[in-house]
């Protein structure tokens, strides 16, 4: 039989002579845009020594300036094809997984240290579910920057009063400082999303109102179940029915409330 060195030497040269062919099922479109790569890392800055953990590495876009930086990096990577190849290099900690069924904690314990840095271009399809995912893991969360799609970004980053205002702005407004760091066109991937791309920065709150972000959570859902209407017809009634008995302007429209009030009626409701 081969020895298992000459085995691994001809695999790598097999992946490396392979043509990857980019899946829709997986939200791969790479990143091809040596400028755009740039500046994501600048926006990331990097030091030596900290613990990046990537989703998604890919073909390694982001990957590679990435660990040439921190020298070491955990990546988490869906695709076995993919994870394959990344398994071949030494300076990679490779998790083939569903990130959504990672955790983040078991890696800040497995690393030995208290916070991770969260990067990635993430897949499109399953960009809420990973915030959601990571919201729920927060207490092991340093930073993260995560391409996504622009509208989405929008979203996250809405004030009051704006049609993107929803659901998905109090629910990370609520735990995470963020901004929009970069804007990224079509053009920059392969294949290019039919969408425009931006890159978010999120930032953990030191003192988060405490509060029981499910009911924070369903709170928000029952207001923005119909958002054209004002909260008395919405709200109103399940806040009663929850024995609320603070101020709250119910002549307003969900997307009139900034998240301070939502935070302050869902904080009031979990010392119950
Ligand atoms: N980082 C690369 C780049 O910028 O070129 C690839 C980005 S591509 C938009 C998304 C990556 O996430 C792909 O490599 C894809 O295989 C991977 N992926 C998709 N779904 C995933 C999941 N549920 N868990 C982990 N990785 C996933």
Redesign the pocket.
Known sequence: SIPITYQAVLRHRFLMAMKHIP?KR???????DGAI?DSIVDAITPQAGEPVV??????????QPLVERVGKLTV????RD?AARLRLRSDLDVVE????K?DFRAIAARLGVAKLRVV???????SSP?LFHLLEQVDVVQDQHF?LQKEVIDRMVADAGTAAYGRLTVMLQWRYAMESVLFVPPGS?NPP?KVDSAVVRMIPRATPAQLDAKLLETMVQVAFSQRRKILRNTLGKWLDEKGFSGEFDLQRRAEEVPVAEYEAVAAQLSQK
């Open positions: 899946r997986f939200g791969q479109n790479f990143l091809t790569i990537e989703i998604g590495p890919g073909l390694m876009a982001l990957t988490i990577e869906l695709d993919l997984s569903d990130v959504l990672v990635g271009n993430l897949p499109y399809n399953i990973i391409m991937f999303p």
